[in-house]
Structures are given as structure tokens and as C-alpha cells.
T-cell receptor, first 115, second 111 residues
Framework: EPEVTQTPSHQVTQMGQEVILRCVPISNHLYFYWYRQILGQKVEFLVSFYNNEISEKSEIFDDQFSVERPDGSNFTLKIRSTKLEDSAMYFC?????????????FGDGTRLSIL | GENVEQHPSTLSVQEGDSAVIKCTYS??????FPWYKQELGKGPQLIIDIRSNVGEKKDQRIAVTLNKTAKHFSLHITETQPEDSAVYFCAASGSARQLTFGSGTQLTVLP
């Protein structure tokens, strides 16, 4: 069964550095998402992406964050000037069509640890 | 925006018993309600979903019910097995197409 893959599985970075989290969505999917889960808390929506542009973003997704689909397969989340509070699990998700009632499929996440 | 509340936060059942997890949502425009299972070190895995035009859906030992009037939906797992032990999340989406998640339920099935 096709799946969403994320790399790296764990990223350790010094505060203030930039990180790039990578995702390969399911190949025939057109809608892409990033979510964040701080330890012990809810999974929170960050951003959705379709047709090479952001379609929705949450309050969390400020100027520190950016997303990109640099080629036909990868979808990346860049976090600039990382802060301690950026430590979390980051999940990528994708779905085939845009309806709000269509299933999203998640990767296994990247654990980001900011020191 | 949408707000999803989930109860209980932890649930322990004996193997073979049933487990029920409940969620409420706030946005009457929400029309899609998936349930995810998350095992340690893994991402959320979709196990069942229901759309607002349906009141109940079943897939083997798993069922979901939806009460649109009361804005709540529930996950029912029958004949629980140790491999059902995991964190379960409910979620909702609708006019805002991203998912809004509940806070999760740690289900432990005791052998």
C-alpha cells in the first residue's frame, strides 16, 4: 500500500539554526499538509498546499515557516531561526482530492529536538 | 474555528471486552469525521471514517456512530485484542478542510 514517507526520523538542531523537514507524499495525491504535535498535546494543523501554493495556514505558521514542493515528489517544511518551543513531532499528510470529506494519510513523522 | 473534545484520555479494558471513545465537535459545518490509531513511534493511521450523511459505519470489529444534532461521534471497538492498544485520535473537518484533532485516548487492552 502506498505511504507517505518522511525524513529524517529524528533531527537535533541548535537553537537559532534552520532546519528542513522532508516528505514524499503518495504519488497520485495532490493536496499536502504539515501538522505538529508537541509532546503530550494535540496534533495541530500548520499548513495546507495545493497547486504549488499555500491554500490555508494556521496562526502557528508564521514567517518563521515556509513550505515548498521543489520537484514532482518532495514536499518540504523549512523552519528558520529555530526556538526551543519548536521541539515537536512534525507530520506530513497527503490526500488525493480536495474535498473536506476525503481521507488524509500521514507519514511517521520527524521528531525535531531543539537544543 | 472548530474545536474537538475527546474522552476519556485513558481507557483500560480486559481483552475481549468493548471499548468506546467519544468526541464532540463545535462547528456544525463539519462533515467528515475520521479516527486515527497511533502506535508508538508511528504516525496516525486512518482506521475508519464517517461522513455527515451517514449515522453509523462498521468495519469488522470497529464501528463509528455520528449524531449530527448533538454534534458528537463515537468509536466502538468490540472483542478487543492486545494489538488494539494504542493512542486513538478523533478528528473533524468541513468548511476548513484541514483536520482538527481531539486530544487522544490511550487505550490499553489487558490480557
Amino acid at each position: 500500500e502506498p505511504e507517505v514517507t518522511q525524513t529524517p526520523s529524528h533531527q537535533v538542531t541548535q537553537m537559532g539554526q534552520e532546519v528542513i523537514l522532508r516528505c514524499v507524499p503518495i504519488s497520485n495525491h495532490l493536496y499536502f499538509y504539515w501538522y505538529r504535535q508537541i509532546l503530550g498535546q494535540k496534533v495541530e494543523f500548520l499548513v495546507s498546499f495545493y497547486n504549488n501554493e499555500i491554500s490555508e495556514k494556521s496562526e502557528i505558521f508564521d514567517d518563521q515557516f515556509s513550505v515548498e514542493r521543489p520537484d514532482g515528489s518532495n514536499f518540504t517544511l523549512k523552519i528558520r531561526s529555530t526556538k526551543l518551543e519548536d521541539s515537536a513531532m512534525y507530520f506530513c499528510a497527503s490526500k488525493r482530492t480536495g474535498g473536506g470529506d476525503q481521507p488524509q494519510h500521514f507519514g511517521d513523522g520527524t521528531r525535531l529536538s531543539i537544543l | 474555528g472548530e474545536n474537538v473534545e475527546q474522552h476519556p484520555s485513558t481507557l483500560s479494558v480486559q481483552e475481549g471486552d468493548s471499548a468506546v471513545i467519544k468526541c464532540t465537535y463545535s462547528d456544525s459545518a463539519s462533515n467528515y469525521f475520521p479516527w486515527y490509531k497511533q502506535e508508538l513511534g508511528k504516525g496516525p493511521q486512518l482506521i475508519i471514517d464517517i461522513r455527515s450523511n451517514v449515522g453509523e459505519k462498521k468495519d469488522q470489529r470497529i464501528a463509528v456512530t455520528l449524531n449530527k444534532t448533538a454534534k458528537h461521534f463515537s468509536l466502538h471497538i468490540t472483542e478487543t485484542q492486545p494489538e488494539d492498544s494504542a493512542v486513538y485520535f478523533c478528528a473533524a473537518s468541513g468548511s476548513a478542510r484541514q483536520l482538527t484533532f481531539g486530544s487522544g485516548t490511550q487505550l490499553t487492552v489487558l490480557p
